[in-house]
């Protein structure tokens, strides 16, 4: 039990890029489906989380492992989210001095920075979806062709700062009327 309590939390700390609350839907996934918590204790995890005092992802950890093996289960849980990171820096202090001097891994971390603001905001939409509108909206009737189309949009606007929002809504409504013609 214990075992599976570290490689769950050491795989979500290893994983999670962008803080604690980009770890949530890992939790989710990994500690849920285990039948750990509830999607109920989950929230309210976040909760006392937030308020308690310490990293977030350290918080969620510690209580998670409570539920799972008392006080060794904490403390197993907790060093399983923490040690990626400490492993990560310390290869990264002492071998990579200059490491961020890289064009390669700029480019990189550039890269991940839109996709932790997508778990964060999934993590939101879930979140309001499941306490605010009670599971009134279905995730599972996305339209991805629509949500294609505006990611390429705000890209576009990102990349070419002084480009036309009146040529972006044209380009928008073509791509629209060619895509779901054969989508």
């Not at 700390?13 to 109920?40: D, N």
């Not at 309210?44 to 409570?66: K, L």
Request: proline share 3%; hydrophobic share 55%.
């Amino acid at each position: 039990m214990y075992l599976e309590l570290f490689f769950v939390f050491f795989t979500i700390g290893l994983f999670t890029l962008g803080g604690g609350y980009a770890m949530i839907p890992m939790i989710e996934e990994q500690v849920i489906a285990r039948g750990w918590i509830t999607q109920e204790e989950l929230i309210n995890f976040i909760g006392i989380s937030e308020s308690t005092p310490g990293p977030f992802a350290v918080n969620m950890a510690t209580f998670i492992g409570q539920t799972q093996g008392g006080v060794l289960g904490s403390a197993v849980a907790t060093l399983g989210v923490v040690l990626p990171s400490f492993i990560i820096i310390y290869v990264i202090a002492r071998f990579l001095h200059d490491f961020l001097k890289y064009k390669k891994v700029r480019w990189a971390l550039d890269g991940v920075k839109p996709v932790i603001v997508g778990l964060l905001f999934a993590v939101v939409l879930k979140l309001v979806n499941n306490n605010i509108l009670g599971g009134a909206y279905d995730f599972n009737n996305i339209d991805y062709i629509g949500l294609a189309i505006m990611v390429l949009m705000f890209s576009l606007k990102a990349i070419y700062k002084k480009i036309s929002p009146v040529f972006l809504i044209i380009i928008s409504a073509l791509l629209g009327l060619v895509l779901y013609q054969f989508f």
